[in-house]
């Protein structure tokens, strides 16, 4: 499966953004969909993940209450909401996919990532 991830952009803290990981090839039916960050000189962090199948949702704890993970069926799309963003948010957003039902917290097991898309926040 192959992933596009869109939306990112330069934002004032407290903005928001959406960005979106469209799939092609295959659906994303039996996968589990998580998105990523990396911000400079620091290691890649889960941020969220949603279980296709069963819409089961995961956040890192950072992130509640400010960032929604959501599905499409019919556009084969995941997006990430991001409200209230924070300068700390500023990174580059990766989605990941990895076919199951198991979701992870860790990178290392999606075997199939977008080209991730720049979010910077402003003070």
């Known amino acids: 499966v192959q992933l596009q991830a869109s939306g990112g952009g330069l934002v004032q803290a407290g903005g928001s953004l959406r960005l979106s990981c469209a799939a092609s090839g295959r659906t994303f039916s039996n996968y589990v969909v998580g998105w990523f960050r990396q911000a400079p000189g620091k290691e890649r962090d889960f941020v969220a993940a949603?279980?296709?199948?069963?819409?089961?949702?995961y956040y890192e704890d950072a992130v509640k209450g400010r960032f929604t993970i959501s599905r499409d069926n019919a556009k084969n799309t995941v997006y990430l909401q991001m409200n209230s963003l924070k300068p700390e948010d500023t990174a580059v957003y990766y989605c990941?996919?990895?076919?199951?039902?198991?979701?992870?917290?860790?990178?290392?097991?999606?075997?199939?990532w977008g080209q991730g898309t720049q979010v910077t926040v402003s003070s």
């Open positions: 990941a996919a990895v076919r199951g039902s198991s979701w992870s917290r860790f990178d290392y097991k999606y075997d199939y």
């Open positions: 949603i279980t296709w199948s069963s819409g089961r949702i």
